[in-house]
């Protein structure tokens, strides 16, 4: 691993980084690798990724949900007609 | 004068209930002690300003008759827990504006009861660490020793509680953040089953693992906090119904597996490991069977949790974009505004976090990371299965250490490894309860330890079995 990837990984999250904290999460990044890579050592044979996931369904029928759109509204940095406005994407 | 050091839920119950003193003496006792105390600890981040009349309203029902478990009970809440109006903030500069437009489940649940909610708790950053050192709003205090780290990341909620500051507490625990800090500050601790607790208003780090847990003086008063709060909830379909798993007859000798080859491996400290054995001890002679029990995989535990954590975390913080949740920088454009915001107000581990979750989610890394973490959980999980064929709990330190110094785990990794055995739970889902198991000197100061207990899945009623029967016996 190396600044590039910190760089890359910092832009796919969204997140502007310092050049001084781009090092330090450097050295984090490669402490932390190197402990979790311990996992390399289990026995695992030719178990494959498994998940007991299922579905969980309801009735689709709307019901009444206690919360306040003012308070989020409120909260939006920029709105119109009660919609969030945010700057245009293209 | 309340003497709020020996009161508990149980016995505070009563004494509303007979009129000794009023929810409002109650909780202007706990108000002015939050005043008195608050400032050097730092386990409240706000102290909301409706309490008395909160109190009041529950007055109101004991007049009437009324009595629930949790009528007019003075709790603090950790500042991840939606209460509808209040400010909410994760301790992150991020969401220092944000105000919940509706109440978690679980606050639902406690409003039903008529429970006081004094305020928020101080946390680190979006749960993310183990002394609460990462909060934006400065580090709390143990009250055992003001030099040394609550233990997090309930830390607020925690010495809320063993400062008397609250009757009992609301935590969340992804990886031993309820059962850590009750060890560190000797309380009791506890997490439930995976989806016992619904998390509907639980601001989310690890969605996998993370759940609602209560912390309190006594193992009663924690039973009584976790009735409240269980059960299924159309708004989290994670939840369990009463019949997913079978719950567990109790017995008259329960069987404690001990897997001593982790306890007695590198990195946990004497004095943990002596304290730990001699509460074995004493078990033994309250009747309990001990038995040594091993796993192939419990020393992967720690770094599978390190791989699934930071990914789910990457994942549900993703949602702070500036944009909803009250604070906003502006750039040149939306991918600015993102970067900006991102930036400067996610603290350095919540990036660090998602950094690394962005990491072992990443293309060529998947498989290797995530995907080699998810097999090895689900053998883990299976181990346990099978060790609970053999045994009713496993028991193990709670912490490999006491409560460390203010700033002396300036290393990521360090703090990690004092995950140890508090992770399992919840990688595996299963139940698991922190109790107080005594005291060792260090530089002049009492701190307190404790030992940790995880039963099968559903079989919460085992935990608190054996918790009654210690405090009972060990008195």
């Known amino acids: 691993m190396d600044i590039k990837d910190v760089e890359n990984l910092a832009k796919l999250a969204r997140i502007e980084l310092e050049e001084e904290e781009k090092k330090s999460l450097l050295a984090d990044m490669e402490s932390i690798l190197g402990y979790v890579k311990k996992i390399e050592s289990a026995e695992i044979g030719n178990i494959k990724e498994e998940y007991n996931l299922y579905n969980v369904w309801r009735e689709d029928i709307s019901e009444k949900r206690e919360f306040s759109p003012e308070i989020i509204k409120k909260q939006f940095p920029d709105s119109q007609e009660g919609f969030l406005k945010v700057k245009k994407i293209l | 004068m309340i003497d709020l050091n020996s009161l508990t839920i149980t016995s505070a119950r009563k004494k509303l209930d007979a009129r000794e003193f009023s929810a409002v003496d109650l909780a202007q006792a706990y108000l002015n002690e939050i005043k008195k105390k608050n400032g050097e600890l730092n386990a409240y981040l706000e102290i909301y300003d409706d309490v008395l009349e909160q109190a009041k309203t529950a007055d109101d029902l004991i007049a009437q008759g009324k009595s629930y478990p949790l009528l007019g009970i003075p709790l603090a809440i950790k500042d991840v827990i939606l209460v509808r109006g209040k400010k909410v903030t994760a301790s992150s500069k991020i969401l220092e504006n944000y105000f919940a437009s509706y109440d978690a489940t679980v606050i639902e649940k406690l409003k039903k009861q008529g429970a006081i909610f004094l305020g928020r708790t101080n946390i680190d950053e979006f749960a993310m660490g183990g002394s609460t050192e990462n909060s934006a709003f400065g580090v709390t205090k143990n009250p055992h020793d003001t030099r ?5 990341s309930s830390g607020g909620s925690i010495v809320a509680v063993a400062s008397n ?39 989310a780090m690890g969605s996998s693992l993370d759940c609602i847990g209560p912390a309190t003086k006594t193992v009663e008063d924690a039973e009584i906090i976790y009735n409240t709060i269980r059960g299924s909830d159309i708004l989290d379909s994670t939840t369990i119904s009463e019949e997913t798993y079978p719950k567990p007859p ?11 080859d982790l306890v007695n491996g590198e990195g946990i400290d004497r004095e943990v490991k002596e304290n730990f054995a001699q ?19 419990l020393d992967m535990a720690l770094a599978v949790y390190y791989i699934i954590m930071p990914a789910e975390a990457s994942t549900n913080l993703s949602r702070f974009d500036g944009m909803r949740y ?12 993102y970067m900006l915001t991102r930036g400067l107000d996610f603290g350095k581990e919540v990036r660090r976090r998602i950094l690394l979750g962005t990491y072992v989610l990443s293309v060529g890394y998947y498989d290797a ?9 689900n053998m883990l999980k299976k181990e346990f299965t099978e060790a609970f064929k053999n045994v009713d709990l496993i028991a193990t330190p709670t912490a490999p250490s006491v409560a460390w110094k203010i700033g002396e785990k300036s290393n990521p990794l360090s703090a990690y490894l004092a ?10 889902g299963v139940p698991a309860i922190s109790l ?22 559903g079989a919460e009623n085992l935990l608190f079995e054996a918790g009654k029967k210690f405090e009972a016996l060990n008195n």
Not at chain 2, 148 to 152: D, I, K, L, M, S
């Open chain 2, 148 to 152: 040394r780290v609550a233990g997090g």
């Open chain 2, 250 to 260: 109790l017995k008259k000798e329960l069987i404690i597996g001990v897997p001593w």
């Open chain 2, 419 to 428: 995950d140890i055995f508090t992770i399992t739970a919840n990688i595996v």
């Open chain 2, 369 to 377: 990371y995530y995907g080699r973490a998810q097999i090895i959980r």
């Open chain 2, 326 to 337: 009250g604070l906003h920088k502006d750039g040149k454009n939306l991918l600015e505004d």
């Open chain 2, 436 to 457: 107080p198991s005594g005291f060792i000197e260090v530089e002049g100061k009492k701190l307190p330890l404790g030992i940790q207990f995880m039963a099968s899945h």
């Open chain 2, 165 to 203: 500051l609250a009757l009992g507490a609301l935590g969340s625990d992804t990886g031993g953040s309820v059962r850590e800090p009750a060890a560190f500050c000797g309380i009791v601790g506890m997490k439930p089953t995976y989806g016992r607790v619904s998390r509907s208003g639980l601001i």
């Open chain 2, 279 to 297: 509460t074995i001890k004493k078990f033994k002679t309250f009747g309990f069977n001990i038995k040594d029990i091993s796993f192939k995989n």
